[in-house]
């Protein structure tokens, strides 16, 4: 079953007062292309999150977007440093000691140490507690993506295959079509072959040359058993499982040659007008082609 490259999925998820809001988008890409977007205290965990997106998809363009909240803890977004502040007060002690001075410490004397003040989202607890609901989020959205990828998947195999059945239908038409039009091209090469008798300067090579040429011109059965044979595992492929978008591209791209190589020979309005129907549905397929993983 064919999947779509494009979908949408959200999530969110809260856990000790932090909230985690993942976006996902998926658009149409002939690679796999992933674009991470987080906040800076978890951009060193960015290729830890590739890794689960990558595990969800073979072709695609990715834009994950995180946003995280700590503001829901009910605490300040800065803390001490419990240590560090116990070291300055001893430091301070043993300067007030060291100088003979009577005065005692004041909150002013320590604030002229702004290391003792630590950013929240560089608190340990706080950034594992992030990004295991990061982690949950992505999953998450993931799944919705896919699931979207899923249905629309299955939009484009229905589209697909009527699409193609009809140019199957087509064909028959033509191949009868150019089997009622071999009585007149038997005649025509009859006659061609009379006329380079009647000339008397012919010789066997170039007699077999022109039969050659004219059967060769007006002879489409071996392109469209190649072309009713690409329509075939063009089906094929909508029924199997995994990324499928090259091989029909690549087979989109075969019935495409065979659709030319039968217009140019075709010597009849009925069939041109066929060929010509054939290369409409053939683009329809090719544009929708683009969409698929």
């Not at 249905?151 to 195999?157: A, R």
């Not at 009647?198 to 489409?220: N, P, Q, T």
């Amino acid at each position: 079953m064919a999947r779509s490259m494009t979908g949408f999925g959200s999530s969110e998820s809260s856990r000790n007062g932090i909230s985690v809001n993942t976006e996902i988008k998926s658009l149409n890409s002939r690679y796999k292309d992933i674009s991470i977007y987080l906040p800076d205290f978890l951009r060193d965990r960015e290729l830890e999150l590739k890794e689960i997106v990558q595990s969800y998809i073979e072709r695609g363009k990715i834009k994950l977007n995180a946003r995280v909240d700590t503001h829901k803890t009910g605490k300040p977004d800065v803390t001490i440093d419990e240590n560090l502040v116990d070291g300055y007060v001893q430091l301070l002690q043993r300067l007030k000691e060291t100088a003979d001075v009577d005065q005692s410490i004041q909150l002013d004397h320590l604030f002229q140490f702004e290391d003792i003040f630590i950013n929240r989202e560089t608190d340990e607890a706080v950034i594992e507690t992030s990004w295991d609901l990061l982690v949950e989020t992505t999953h998450s959205a993931m799944k919705q993506v896919n699931q979207m990828r899923d249905q629309e998947g299955e939009q484009l195999t229905r589209d697909l295959k009527e699409r193609t059945q009809k140019i199957q239908q087509v064909m028959e038409t033509v191949h009868e079509q150019a089997e009622q039009r071999a009585p007149e091209a038997r005649e025509k090469l009859q006659e061609r072959i009379q006329q380079l008798v009647d000339e008397g300067s012919y010789d066997k090579e170039r007699l077999e040359m022109e039969i050659a040429i004219i059967a060769d011109k007006v002879d489409v059965t071996e392109e469209i058993v190649r072309l009713q044979s690409h329509t075939k595992h063009f089906l094929e492929a909508l029924e199997s499982t995994g990324p499928i978008g090259r091989r029909l591209n690549f087979l989109a791209q075969e019935m495409n040659r065979e659709i030319n190589t039968i217009g140019s020979k075709a010597n009849s309005s009925e069939i041109s007008q066929n060929v010509v129907e054939v290369k409409q549905t053939l683009e329809k397929i090719k544009e929708q082609i683009h969409n698929i993983e």
